[in-house]
């Protein structure tokens, strides 16, 4: 459900309508809506760090 509530916030977003889809999932607190929306911009400006599972799973025994 919260993938769908996060679809729906978006297509809202996108369509140009000023209000917001409501839901009751804490995830979409609009404290956490900024740090999603501040991580789409950063995925669309290519600002991403790629790592395979061996290198994550080497940097947590660090």
Known sequence: MAADSYYMYKKDDVE???EETMSFDPF???ENMVWLDESDRQVKE???V???MEELEAMELE
Do not use: M, N, P, S
């Open 16 to 18: 140009g309508r000023k």
């Open 28 to 30: 979409f607190t609009e």
């Open 46 to 48: 290519g600002k991403v």
């Open 50 to 52: 790629v790592k395979a």
